[in-house]
């Protein structure tokens, strides 16, 4: 089984910065790919920034130059560092791992971005 723990998230001015956690464990495929999505109230859920375990990024296009996306395969943890924060980035954040056809999804971490 496959757990993964965020946090990180919290009450942040605009123009300001956060910096999003999640840890996985359990059974892990080396080749993976770890990421955050974010769903808004009344929003379907949309990916934020993905990283495969050879370093490949992918970003959404409103996130590109603020966030960035980092991972220790060591440790099975991805992070998540947003800058200039927007209240439009307001959302729940969903750390995410993908392998093998498989997805599993943390709790979710509430961000909001005050304007």
């Known amino acids: 089984q496959v757990q993964l723990v965020e946090s990180g998230g919290g009450l942040v001015q605009a123009g300001g910065s956060l910096r999003l956690s999640c840890a996985a464990s359990?059974?892990?495929?080396?080749?993976?790919?770890m990421g955050w999505y974010r769903q808004a109230p009344g929003k379907e859920r949309e990916l934020v920034a993905t990283?495969?375990?050879?370093?490949?990024?992918n970003y959404a296009d409103f996130v590109k130059g603020r966030f960035t996306v980092s991972r220790d395969n060591a440790k099975n943890t991805v992070n998540l560092q947003m800058n200039s924060l927007k209240p439009e980035d307001t959302a729940v954040y969903y750390c995410n791992l993908a392998f093998i056809r498989r997805n599993y999804w943390g709790q979710g971490t509430q961000v909001t971005v005050s304007s």
């Open positions: 990283i495969t375990s050879g370093g490949t990024t």
């Open positions: 359990g059974s892990i495929f080396t080749f993976n790919t």
